[in-house]
């Protein structure tokens, strides 16, 4: 080992003094852990505190390529993230990438073994079923299927939360069902990572967050980066904020929803600088399949009064559901810890009217409290996606101050970074109910604007070189004074 050493240190003089031209250095020594920047031969915490004290302007690193964790050719706070979560679960590898045209992942994807969840109990149910009813009451429509995951919601807002402070903090976490951040985040960290994962019933849940890259205009908070690996999971990529960035985004999506939303993102904007996604597939058969000769015709009278044909499943149920203006059903999916209720309102009362005079207390007591008796259901197949922009809705939840110039996410990005807001909020479903049981997807971005920053003026071409009108308009009234046309020029 000595010998070793001394081999070392003389190839490092030797380095010090001239460029290795003749002579290649990563032929000679044998090769090493990535992480391991002190030259010992092993990657542990003697790394991680010569790293920490290197970025606080003491001492040296002696291998700066093998400092480079996420391969994005600079040294800098997410190396040392990934460092440190690498020593914490004993992984000697975290140089990934997400190998989409340049696109770098800032932390490897690696989630902190440090941080706990929190048991769910009542506080946290009561929250995300006032959240989930009162997103759900802004968006349906009378006249088209609808469907939302707050779920998937919850967790891209959760995460874009840790980046808010003051006025816009507090009105986040009021929208969001009045939990506090640091509370929300442990609830949802132990919501995401004990869903089952089985053949016959599987919740899948992605996070990610894309940020523009151009650190003139921005560099996300260290602590901000953290939280979102700790209880969120969240990959952090680097990225030209480009076309191919709105490819790389639209296959991350594609990817983590098993192909259900293959698209949900058109372009990205020159004031664009950050965008918080979340991904959730949920795949289970039922507890109990319909057979082929449960599956019939039969009518179904749509919101316009039309009477359409359609299959559908005829079963006999245990339970049911029901409200002083509704009935429902119960259907079990394998495993029982999830089920799929149906809420029929009563024939003088439309869905719209039903769910806006709906109470949290009043749906949470729905689906806890069955009554038993042999139930025959008639169930429609159906399979559809559902598209909406969460703009406005969040915005009455009382979260406007988060879509205003003037929001305060300074916990998201440094101080010499462009001040941001919340630009746009958009979701995106799909389910497929048939005989064998439920698949769905979702997916929510949540884009951070720059504000100050001038989007790109449009380019048109006009080119009159064809007959056309014109008019001398009088721009005080916006009047015209002449209107004419030129057919012809002499």
């Known amino acids: 080992m000595k010998m070793y050493k001394r081999f070392l240190a003389g190839l490092m003089a030797i380095s010090l003094a001239a460029p290795l031209t003749a002579v290649n250095a990563s032929a000679l020594e044998p090769p090493r852990p990535k992480g391991d920047i002190n030259y010992d031969g092993v990657f542990n915490l003697a790394d991680t505190v010569m790293f920490r004290q290197w970025l606080h302007g003491n001492g040296k690193i002696n291998d700066s390529t093998n400092a480079d964790m996420n391969g994005d050719e600079s040294l800098d706070i997410y190396d040392f993230i990934a460092m440190r979560q690498n020593l914490l679960r004993g992984?000697?590898?975290a140089n990934k990438k997400y190998e989409k045209s340049g696109t770098v992942n800032l932390c490897g994807g690696i989630e902190s073994a440090l941080t706990d969840g929190k048991k769910i109990d009542e506080s946290f149910t009561d929250a995300q079923t006032e959240f989930s009813l009162e997103l759900f009451k802004r968006t349906i429509k009378e006249d088209k299927n609808v469907l939302i995951s707050p779920y998937s919601v919850s967790m891209a807002l959760g995460m874009t939360a840790n980046g808010a402070a003051g006025q816009t903090k507090a009105d986040m976490e009021k929208a969001l069902g009045g939990l506090e951040i640091g509370e929300l985040n442990k609830y949802l960290k132990t919501w995401r990572t004990g869903q089952p994962n089985t053949d016959d019933l599987k919740i899948k849940t992605a996070n990610s967050i894309w940020v523009r890259d151009n650190e003139a205009l921005i560099k996300p908070q260290p602590t901000f980066i953290q939280e979102t690996v700790n209880y969120y999971g969240a990959d952090i990529f680097k990225a030209a904020f480009d076309q191919s960035t709105v490819n790389d985004i639209n296959n991350w999506i594609n990817e983590h929803t098993d192909g259900m939303i293959p698209e949900i993102l058109k372009e990205l904007k020159p004031t664009d600088m950050m965008a918080l996604i979340n991904a959730v597939t949920f795949d289970a058969k039922w507890s109990t399949p319909?057979?082929?000769?449960?599956?019939?015709?039969?009518?179904?009278?749509?919101?316009?009064?039309?009477?359409?044909?359609?299959?559908?499943?005829?079963?006999?149920?245990?339970?049911?559901?029901?409200?002083?203006?509704?009935?429902?059903?119960?259907?079990?999916?394998?495993?029982?810890?999830?089920?799929?209720?149906?809420i029929l309102p009563d024939e003088d009362i439309t869905v719209t009217d039903f769910v806006n005079n709906l109470t949290a207390e009043r749906l949470h007591k729905m689906f806890s409290e069955q009554h038993y008796a042999d139930v025959t259901t008639i169930l429609p197949k159906f399979k559809y996606e559902s598209s909406s922009d969460l703009n406005d809705p969040l915005k009455d939840m009382g979260m406007e101050s988060a879509f205003l110039g003037t929001a305060d996410f300074s916990k998201m990005v440094t101080p010499d970074s462009i001040p941001l807001y919340i630009s746009s909020v958009?979701?995106?479903?799909?389910?497929?109910?048939?005989?064998?049981?439920?698949?769905?997807?979702?997916?929510?971005i949540v884009l951070m604007a720059g504000n100050g920053i001038a989007p790109e003026r449009e380019r048109k071409e006009v080119i009159l070189d064809r007959p056309f009108v014109y008019a001398i308009?009088?721009?005080?009234?916006?009047?015209?004074?002449?209107?004419?046309?030129?057919?012809?020029?002499e």
């Open 473 to 489: 308009v009088d721009t005080e009234t916006d009047l015209p004074l002449f209107m004419g046309t030129v057919m012809d020029i």
């Open 290 to 342: 319909y057979d082929d000769y449960q599956v019939k015709p039969h009518k179904f009278t749509a919101y316009d009064g039309s009477v359409k044909e359609t299959d559908m499943l005829y079963g006999m149920e245990s339970s049911y559901i029901q409200d002083e203006d509704a009935v429902g059903m119960i259907k079990n999916y394998e495993g029982g810890r999830y089920a799929f209720a149906a």
């Open 91 to 93: 992984i000697s590898e």
């Open 426 to 444: 958009k979701h995106k479903t799909f389910i497929d109910l048939n005989e064998s049981g439920t698949t769905a997807a979702a997916a929510t």
